[in-house]
């Protein structure tokens, strides 16, 4: 847009000095030209009077002497024809063919106009007076003078209308530019705060300064509708956070008093008893899920600070060796990462080990800051892969399987929090891949 502003502010203010440095040039070429043909029209006036005289008194050694004096002072060339069109005598070169012009002469009609004087020429012009008194024409003056100073009195005038006209547009263009920018200042600003809202940045604001009347009201209606809207996220959060958090401890005690109640109970009520418990399990399961993902949506999953991968992967290790599933790592030694990254690498590993049977292998790689964590397992259509990371999704075929529907919804806002980008991959020729791309400046290389 800005680029756009410019090139046609540009292109308006080319034809405004083109509509007036053009027409000024041509209008100062004319007054030039006219200037030149009315100084050469005397001089050949004044020779057309001493050739009448001259005819008169049959004498032409003083005209003679007078043409010559003034083609070799001027650089001009004259000739004098008789009413025959006969050359009499001619001083100077002639380049130009005269005969034209000394059949009009002869005719009673004198040179009214000059070809338009530019720096580029004609580098001589041609003027003819008819010499004699009234109708009794005693013959011709034919003058073919040079144009060399008009011609250079011409290229300053056009010189510095050329370089007035660049001043003008160079400063001009610099007006242009400053001006788009006043005008786009709030939009650059606002499409600033919206890039930085949209990473998760719901503080980030527009600074109402220059701009446009118009376009400085909308960026302060764009921060009262932030602040509206990061009230409403904030005070969702914040219930989500406060309810997952009072729910932990009733449902602490609920727990408690359900396993008192389990000697009293008789033989027939044991199963419903173990149901009892596992939704129990599974509802507090559910709580703790909301309350991270509360946290991580706060701010409070995406710090800095890091651990290493190596020791968390051997913890790992025990877990599946328990479930006779074969982790396979290949990590560099002392390898630091996020701690947003080593959670994701335990929800990838805490998802697999509840879905690769027994026999089957996971496998995680760190390398050019790629971490996959690739299982065997049964795997997700393409359809199921694009709803996975979506917030209490689980798949048809696992609905028995223990969990929240919320660990790749946390892994989701663990990256983003992080700058990661989290991709869910199939793998070859069954299986799942879970892979996270860290930003450049978070990446971990082998040393």
């Known amino acids: 847009m800005n680029s756009r502003l410019v090139v046609t502010f540009t292109t308006l203010i080319v034809f405004l000095i083109a509509a007036l440095a053009v027409p000024l040039g041509f209008a100062y070429a004319s007054h030039r030209t006219n200037r030149l ?112 100073q008009a011609r250079t009195d011409v290229s300053l005038v056009w010189g510095a209308l050329a370089l007035g006209a660049l001043v003008a547009l160079a400063y001009s263009v610099l007006a242009a530019r400053r001006l788009a920018r006043w005008i786009l200042r709030p939009v650059t600003e606002l499409d600033r705060t919206t890039q930085a809202i949209a990473q998760g940045q719901l503080d980030a604001r527009a600074h109402p300064g220059a701009g446009p009347s118009e376009l400085r009201r909308l960026e302060e209606r764009f921060n009262a509708m932030a602040d509206a809207v990061s009230s409403a996220i904030e005070r969702q959060r914040a219930f989500v956070a406060d309810a997952s958090h009072e729910l932990r401890t009733p449902l602490t005690v609920l727990g408690l008093r359900l396993e008192n109640l389990e000697p009293h109970l008789k033989g027939e009520g044991a199963a419903e008893f173990e149901e009892a418990m596992a939704e129990l399990d599974r509802l507090a399961l559910l709580v703790e899920d909301l309350l991270a993902l509360a946290r991580v949506e706060a701010g409070a999953g995406g710090d800095a600070k890091e651990a290493e991968l190596r020791p968390r992967l051997g913890v790992w290790r025990e877990v599946y060796a328990a479930k006779k599933i074969n982790l396979v790592t290949d990590v560099p030694e002392a390898a630091a990462v996020p701690e947003a990254v080593a959670r994701i690498a335990d929800i990838a590993l805490d998802n697999a080990q509840k879905f690769v049977p027994e026999g089957g292998t996971v496998t995680v790689t760190l390398a050019d800051g790629v971490l996959r964590v690739a299982d065997d397992g049964p795997g997700l259509g393409e359809e199921e892969r694009a709803e996975a990371l979506g917030r209490f999704w689980r798949s048809g075929a696992h609905a028995n399987v223990p969990g929240s529907g919320l660990g790749l919804a946390i892994a989701a806002e663990l990256a983003k929090a992080c700058g990661a980008t989290l991709s869910l991959l199939p793998a070859e020729p069954h299986g799942l891949v879970v892979e996270l791309r860290l930003p450049r400046a978070g990446r971990t290389d082998q040393p």
């Open 37 to 148: 043909l009315l100084d050469r029209r005397a001089d050949a006036t004044r020779f057309a009077e001493l050739a009448d005289q001259a005819y008169r008194e049959s004498d032409h050694a003083s005209l003679m002497a007078e043409v010559f004096r003034y083609a070799s002072l001027y650089g001009a060339a004259v000739r004098i024809r008789d009413r025959n069109g006969s050359v009499l005598f001619t001083a100077g070169r002639f380049q130009a063919d005269d005969e034209e012009a000394s059949r009009l002469a002869l005719s009673g009609r004198t040179t009214e106009d000059l070809p338009l004087i530019n720096p580029f020429g004609p580098a001589r012009v041609l003027l003819a007076e008819p010499a004699g008194r009234d109708a009794q024409l005693s013959g011709v003056v034919l003058l073919e003078a040079p144009t060399d």
